[in-house]
Structure formats: C-alpha cells, structure tokens
C-alpha cells in the first residue's frame, strides 16, 4: 500500500520507472523506424511513431513528477501535484496530433496506391519484440502506479498497453499484406492512428475534469457520505463537497452535531471524522469538517447575529447592578435565533430575592429583543 512509502521514495519509484520505460521506448523507436523503412511497413513506421511518443510521454513524466513531488509552498498550499495534471493534458493533445499526422500519411498514400509500402517478413518480428516489450512496461508501471496512486504513471501505463495492442494490430496488417491483401498494412495504420487519438482524448478529458475540480464518482462520494454518517456524535451530514488533486482526494463536509455539546467535543468528532475518511479511503488525502449545531444550508439570516459582546452589553444593561453576581453565561445559535443561559454561582442558592429579581429581568430580556427565543437561568454545580 501507498501509506508504506514516503514522499521521497514515492517521488523515485515513478522516476525510476518512467527511465525503464524511457529507454525501452529508445530502442523499440530505432527497430520500429528502421525495419519500417527497411522493410516497406507503413503500419510498423506508425507504431515507431507511436513508441516516440512514449518516449516523449516518458520524458515528460519524469519532468511532471520532479515538480509535483515538491512540498507545499506559500504559493502553493495544497502542493503541485498538478503539475502531474497539466503534464497529462500536454502528453495527451501530443497524442492527438501524432495520430492526425499517422492518419493524414497513410490517406495520402491511399489516393495514390503506387505509394502503398509492401511490407517484408523482417516487420512481423519486429511488431513481435514491440508487443512483448510493451506488455511488460504496462505491468510493470501499473504495478507502481498502484502503489504510488499515481494517476499519470497509470495514464503511461495505458499508453504501454495501447503501444503493444497497436503492434498487435501491426502483426495482423503485415501479415495480411504479405498473404496478398495490399491494403492490410494501411489499414492497420489507420487502426493504430485511431487508437492513439482515443487515448488522447481521453487523458486530456480527465485531466480537465480534474483541472475544474469536478467531485469524485458517486460510487466513491456515497461510501465517503456512509462513512461520516457512521460516525459517533455525528447527527446529519448537510454539505459534502469533494475534489481532486493529482493522486490526492480533497473532501470538504459540514456536519452535524448535538446543539448542545461543548466546542472541544464538537472539534474532537470533526477530529474522528477526518482520521476515518484518510484510514479508509487510500485517495483521501486531506478532509476540511465543517460542524454545525443544525442543518443551516438552506437557512437565510436577515439580520446580523447578536455576538457575545452584544450580548454582554444587554446584560449589563437589564440586570444593572446585579450583573456582577453571575458567574457566566453561554449562547446557543438554534433555527435562527439565540437561546442565552445565564449561570449562576451555587452561593446565591439562598440568596431567592436577588435570584428572582434576576430571573424577572431576564423574561423582560428575553421578550423585548426579537433574536432571542429564550433566557434560562441555570446554578453553577
């Protein structure tokens, strides 16, 4: 698992394999290339191409990881790991482009069928070596992508992968221009290029997706929502907002809890929360918790809430010279409105007169200001 690696040697796993892959991509470049020419495989030049542009992916990958694995910064708090992100949209619409360039050639050479290459027996050993080297790279980069969750390591991966489905579909396009069908091998061309752009497409959509901060699969949100709703103390989960950042999950959630508990209990299950959802889920990285005494998303405030010196003030100010006598008093924001508890010290127990003059005071309190719902006189134990 991930958690088993520090940044560092996580930052050196994808270098290291990125250079396997770079330099298995150098050689099968130079075969495919050469024998494509030697041996007149206009699908087999189109699978060189293709393994340049591993090449260039690779190389772009080991660029992308070296600024990614950079700590967060003053202008950077959440880190870099999108520059993973940026690095995947470039090797993407790169691909898109080679693929045009592989389909416009081989079109070119069907309105002329006297260009048509005749491939040599010598391209199907070649596309033979690509699809066994290139099947190995995909395991091999999966397998640390997996471990790394890296999802450009894995979007190189699959570009292994598609390198030696596309040298498969070379074998077939080679050996069918040499049973006499004249246009297998442009055909194949054509398949590869097609294949390529597909892969293009496809990492540039994510990685946009991803840029835009769309939230997580709902498959992944609602185990994440289960996950926060099982927790004890947490009574509703109102807001769950959820990104993604290179590797990393992002999840912001407001959640609810007993009106009534103290802040460090409420802090302490945001607390219990966050460690949960970073334990179970390998992806999520950070969680931001929100605790609300009631679910206010929908709730409009038309005026500005008494805060506690305003409070203070208006104590001050019907209880006059009896203020000094309490101890303390708590606010409680509810649906709206304040409900204010007055503590009393144990030792005015048998102090009744006084103990009433400031209960009474407090229902004139409580009836003449419209944001106060209630004012409960309470002694400290």
Known sequence: MAETYDAVKLAKLK??????GALVNVFLSIIKIGFGILGQSAALLADGVHSLSDLASDLLVLVAVKLGA?????DHPYGHRRFETIAT???????????????????????QPERLLIPQRSALGIAAISILANEWLYQYTKRVA??????????NAW????????SIVVLIGVAGSLLGYIWADAMAAVIVALMVAKIGVSLVSDSIKELVDTGLSEELVDKIRVEIAATKGVRNIH????????EDALVDAHIVVNSRITVSEGHMIAD??????????DDVQEVLVHVDPENDEFEVVHEKP????DVERLLKEYLVENYPLIDSFRIHYIKGFLELEVILPHTMFSLSQQVNTIKNRCVVLEQENEQISRVLVFFKA
């Open 15 to 20: 270098s290291r394999v990125t250079l396997v």
């Open 89 to 111: 949209v470039i090797l993407g619409i790169g691909l898109i482009i080679i693929a045009g360039g592989i389909a416009w050639d081989v079109y070119e050479r069907v309105l």
């Open 272 to 281: 219990v929360v966050r460690d949960i959802l970073i334990d179970k889920f």
């Open 70 to 74: 950079r700590e967060a910064d003053h």
């Open 159 to 166: 570009h292994h992968r598609s390198d030696a489905i596309s």
């Open 306 to 309: 008494l805060l506690r010196e």
């Open 239 to 246: 807001l769950l907002r959820t990104r993604q950042m290179g």
């Open 146 to 155: 997996s471990i790394t969750r890296s999802k450009l390591l894995l979007a």
